[in-house]
T-cell receptor, first 111, second 114 residues
Framework: TQLLEQSPQFLSIQEGENLTVYCNSSSVFSSLQWYRQEPGEGPVLLVTVVTGGEVKKLKRLTFQFGDARKDSSLHITAAQPGDTGLYLC???????????FGKGNQVVVIP | NAGVTQTPKFQVLKTGQSMTLQCAQD?????MSWYRQDPGMGLRLIHY???????DQGEVPNGYNVSRSTTEDFPLRLLSAAPSQTSVYFC?????????????FGEGSRLTVL
């Protein structure tokens, strides 16, 4: 059973369009992280959300943490080809020195 | 800045061969970990270390060994490679903890076992 479910798994859009991807769980997390992974590279941290209802913006990327701290969303405004990548959400597991990762949202932005 | 360096980037092994994937970080991070990434499975933790001389198992430790003799290095050993170990392997380090702080990942090592 996957602790963090990400949807959609794959999304292809035209440059300039908006998109939203989701990270959902039935468990409460103290925080959630979003990473972006480009082909042939390791994941790179984009943001950490820690408060229920929190909204963080990173240029054209908007991250929201659900009020109940069970879900998060990533919205990209006016997507550009440089936004292409695998977006991974991750949350800490209590009692373990580890993160649970979702399987990722593969985003392709077509020029 | 080097960050986390993994070698080799690509490797092909035959079943039963052994090898070591190297990982070095120059950020003086106490926490280091190894993940494998497979299609449809996401990132899974193999082994981790909270400091020199201390290692522990993650979700999928079977078939892998690790050691941490220095803060900088965290090698991953495959004792007898199997086709099921074909994967992309990532080493990651963190300053504040493996489940709370930012993970800094290497570029990955792509391993194929025939």
């Amino acid at each position: 059973t996957q602790l963090l479910e990400q949807s959609p798994q794959f999304l292809s859009i035209q440059e300039g369009e908006n998109l939203t991807v989701y990270c959902n769980s039935s468990s409460v997390f103290s925080s959630l992280q979003w990473y972006r992974q480009e082909p042939g590279e390791g994941p790179v941290l984009l943001v950490t959300v820690v408060t229920g209802g929190e909204v963080k913006k990173l240029k054209r990327l908007t991250f929201q943490f659900g009020d109940a701290r069970k879900d998060s969303s990533l919205h990209i405004t006016a997507a550009q080809p440089g936004d292409t990548g695998l977006y991974l959400c991750a949350g800490p597991l209590y009692g373990n020195n580890r993160l649970a990762f979702g399987k990722g949202n593969q985003v392709v932005v077509i020029p | 800045n080097a960050g986390v360096t993994q070698t080799p980037k690509f490797q092909v092994l035959k079943t039963g061969q052994s090898m070591t994937l190297q990982c070095a970080q120059d950020m003086n991070h106490e926490y280091m970990s190894w993940y494998r990434q497979d299609p449809g499975m996401g990132l899974r933790l193999i082994h981790y270390s909270v400091g020199a001389g201390i290692t522990d198992q993650g979700e999928v430790p079977n078939g892998y060994n690790v050691s941490r003799s220095t803060t900088e290095d965290f090698p991953l050993r495959l004792l007898s490679a199997a086709p099921s170990q074909t994967s992309v392997y990532f080493c990651a380090s963190s300053w504040t903890g493996l489940n709370t702080g930012e993970l800094f990942f290497g570029e990955g090592s792509r391993l194929t076992v025939l």
